[in-house]
């Protein structure tokens, strides 16, 4: 039910009973919702999603990224997590980067990871596909051969990046005209990128993406400028299904995809938070505003202590993850005053002294659900905007940078080995409810990932708003974002004046953000709505999507 005092820009939620994608760009969402009217399952709609965003929103989603799901419901026992993100190349070692102080974040070296995003689709098609394999990529082959208009996020990241991509010469030739950068309302056409989708459906993630000619030619292109990424790489790799990881939350289970992604984070912001009374805490004061904002820089000294590829680096999740642990950590919350979040020990210590570093990126979230109950709750990424900033060869895919994340220091918990996958932003989330989905949600934006979580789930079922609603109210983002040096607080602009000053008072480093600010994150959301068993759906206003539903 509404929280009418709750804010509203005049979209309502989308309420429908049989089906539901909602996706940051417009055309994803209604893609994935003719896949579901096709007969298509919620795995199917979210594939098709994912391959019309990696045409239309090429600066946060692509076939040269990484991906993460999580999916519940229909014929699902319990949740399933997939894991599609790509290992550090065979000849990616600390030596390769020698001459290097940090591993490059843009260009041909940046590029080390094989992307994961495409392997993650051909697991969940097996598993839980419904329609033909061909059949998903149907709307982004023609959206790339015959054009897509710009949209106003692609248009502004195109202007903020331009320095950057004409500096190589093939990703400048598709986004711009002569000499300009593509405006917003211009058309975008990428007729190598559809080549590679059209060959992709037809034959298949592993025979032409992973061990076929797309591998060879991939690989050859970056390797031709100094990359460590080879051919092998990509045959060796599979995506996986993993355990996932949980906690409850007023008495429902959310979940979240274990290390190496920051999923460990949001759930223990979660578990910090179960310890106040929120709902005797007014949503959008200063005290709402202040707790979250602390409990962030709480776990956050945990996940940067911890965070990296369990597989070389034993994380003690168990604890970090416990009831009890949260309420120790709880102690170092003070209503009066801001901790310095730059100074907020790690409760449990790795024993290094290697230095952090703040991660960045921009990504795609979207969520489907389908008839049968079955949800999909999806994030796609190729890090960096833009990702590596290049076209590999003539292949039309741009390549992740996720890699450049890697620490060259041998004692940091996240240093670069061969085949090792790096710390990951990039987090889904579930909530399940009596075993039964209740939401799926989740956001772009790097480290504001678990915070734009904790505002979106607490506005749900703490303060009883629709997921409309929730995506719309004011957000906040601390710490270090897309490369910016100052850890500040950034507040949106329509944050009551009074509140701001609070909060500055208690010692919080307060920066006003735009009224609408894109860089605090597009977020989405799907609810199974208990009592009705429809489904509601909303879209992120600043970003370019829609939920969309039958």
């Known amino acids: ?135 998903l990529f149907d709307d982004a082959i023609a959206l790339a051969e015959d054009g897509v208009a710009v949209s106003r996020s692609l248009a502004d990241w195109i202007a903020a990046d331009w320095d950057l991509l004409r500096a190589d010469a093939r990703i400048a030739e598709v986004f711009a005209s002569g000499e300009q950068p593509l405006r917003e309302g211009a058309v975008l056409r990428q007729s190598a990128l559809a080549v590679t989708l059209r060959a992709l459906a037809s034959g298949g993630a592993r025979g032409y993406f992973y061990e076929g000619e797309f591998a060879q030619r991939f690989a050859r292109a970056l390797e031709e400028q100094g990359c460590p990424l080879r051919a092998d790489d990509f045959a060796g790799y599979t995506a996986r299904w993993v355990e996932p990881i949980s906690t409850t939350y007023r008495g429902r289970e959310v979940f979240q995809l274990p ?25 959008g004061g200063a005290d709402y505003y202040h707790l979250l904002v602390e409990a962030v820089k709480v776990a956050f000294a945990d996940r940067d ?136 949600y989740g956001t772009m934006g790097g480290e504001g990932q678990p915070q734009t979580q904790a505002a979106v789930l607490t506005r749900i079922l703490d303060y009883g708003y629709d997921v409309q609603q929730a995506l719309e109210a004011p957000r906040w983002l601390y710490g270090r974002t897309w490369g910016e040096d100052s850890s500040d607080l950034k507040l949106e602009a329509r944050i009551d004046s009074g509140t701001v000053r609070e909060l500055r008072l208690r010692g919080q480093p307060v920066a006003i953000a735009p009224a609408w600010d894109g860089s605090l994150g597009h977020a989405a959301a799907i609810l199974v709505n208990r009592e009705t068993g429809m489904y509601e759906g909303g879209a992120d206003p600043r970003g370019d999507g829609q939920a969309v539903g039958h």
Not at 47 to 55: E, G, K, P, Q, S
Not at 121 to 132: F, T
Not at 360 to 376: I, P
Not at 384 to 390: L, N, R, V
Request: glycine fraction near 10%; proline fraction near 7%.
């Open 1 to 135: 039910m509404a929280h009418h005092a709750a804010p509203r820009t005049g979209r309502p939620p989308v309420v429908a009973a049989r089906g539901m994608v909602t996706a940051p760009h417009y055309l994803a969402s209604e893609a994935g919702n003719a896949a579901l009217r096709r007969g298509g399952s919620a795995v199917d709609a979210a594939i098709t999603a994912n391959a019309v965003l990696a045409v239309a929103y090429p600066h946060m989603a692509g076939l040269g990224g990484d991906c993460f799901m999580l999916i519940a419901g229909g014929a699902v026992q319990g949740v399933e997590a997939l894991e599609a993100n790509g290992p550090a190349a065979a000849a990616a070692t600390r030596e390769f980067y020698r001459d290097h102080a940090d591993i490059p974040v843009r260009g041909p070296l940046s590029a080390l990871t094989v992307p994961g995003a495409v392997d993650g689709w051909r697991l969940a098609h097996e598993r839980y596909g419904r329609l033909p394999w061909s059949a």
């Open 259 to 283: 290390p190496a992604t920051q999923g460990m984070a949001a759930l223990q912001i979660l578990n910090l938070l179960e310890g106040f009374d929120l709902a005797s805490i007014p949503e």
């Open 305 to 440: 202590e911890w965070l990296s590829d369990p597989a070389h680096v034993e994380i003690p999740l168990r604890t970090l993850l416990s009831k009890e642990y949260a309420e120790e950590r709880r102690a170092l919350i003070d209503l009066t005053r801001a901790l310095d979040g730059s100074a907020v020990e790690p409760g449990l210590r790795r024993g290094d002294d290697a230095q952090r570093r703040t991660a960045s990126g921009d990504t795609s979230y979207f969520a489907a659900a389908d008839s049968d109950g079955m949800v999909v709750s999806i994030i796609q990424s190729p890090y960096h905007d833009f990702g590596a900033g290049i076209i590999a060869g003539d292949t039309g895919v741009i390549p992740q940078n996720r890699g450049s994340f890697f620490s060259l220091d041998p004692a940091h918990p996240n240093t670069l080995e061969p085949g090792k996958r790096t710390f990951h932003t990039i987090i889904p989330a579930l909530v399940m409810e009596d075993g039964k989905p209740l939401l799926a």
